[in-house]
């Protein structure tokens, strides 16, 4: 009589196969191991993207000119593995189970880095990339902004959604252009005078009160600061050079202190508390202003609302969501 298998326990939870080394999940397509299977030494590009994987591919360490990893969406969490891939320039690990980046020490010719959406606690380990332009942190456990001013190099920083209570450890980022601090903790704008060549600036989604520390950021185009409880604006002397203000949803009454950025293109508002029309006329040395956001301001109730914007406001191509005829 021929041995009956054992019927599989529905409710327990397969354990990964390991094909080579490699730890696949138990879901894995054909094609996922087909992808580890393909790699060549010499191959300058490899994308393992979504490929089930808990565990860095062994055959990954005989890549002896590699450029361009793309380790997206799977499950890994140790890195050892890569830490002899010296010729990587981009290494993509968004979206898998790390903790630790230590092993990115030897990684010293990285131009980009993306560690979002991972368990990362604390940023150590990336002092030596000296080359490093592009840093990309969405996501993860940092409560603190640090071991970073050595990268003198990066030019776009992003720290969304983390757990940052204060702006500070950037003093060394003097080539920054982008920083990304949106979804965090923090309730004052500090520590930002050394970043002379900063153009974007987001710090949505915090708990900003009040609009200061920017008066040494004379090269920043954009600012993005909605979502926080700013009542007034203020501490933008300086931001000459601006081309987009984002100050929607806050609890700011009145619209002051804006004339002089002469420059601005978009002027976001929308979900405030404005309801003096006069105060429109501060966006109208903006002669080139094509957007505005005032909906869901006591303004926007005004059934002459969007004809009284033009009028004061003749450049705008779009008031809120919609595009503005070029006759009204």
Known sequence: MAEQEEPMDEGKEQEPRSKGGVHILPEEKEE????????????????????????VPPVLQRLKQVEVLSLRQNQVSDLSLLSGLTTLRELDLYDNEITSIHAMERLTALTFLDLSFNHIAKVEGLGSLA??????????????????????????????SNRIRVIEGLDGLVNLESLFLGKNKISKLQNLGCLKKLKVLSIQSNRITVLEGLDELVSLEELYISDNGIEEIGGLDNLVNLLTLDLASNRIKRLRN???????????????????????????????IQTVYFEANPISRDSQYRRKLKLALPSLTQIDATMVPKTM
């Open 32 to 55: 996922d191991s087909e992808r580890v299977r393909s790699i060549r030494e010499d191959d300058l590009e490899v994308d393992l993207t979504h490929a089930r994987l808990r565990s």
């Open 131 to 160: 080359g490093l332009q592009k840093l990309f942190l969405i996501q993860n456990k940092l409560t603190k902004i640090e071991n970073l001013s050595s990268l003198t190099t990066l030019t776009m920083l992003e720290l969304g």
């Open 258 to 288: 804006v004339s002089h950025l002469t420059k601005l293109e978009e002027f976001w508002f929308n979900n405030n508390k404005l309801e003096h029309w006069p105060d429109v006329d501060q966006l109208a040395p903006a002669v080139g």
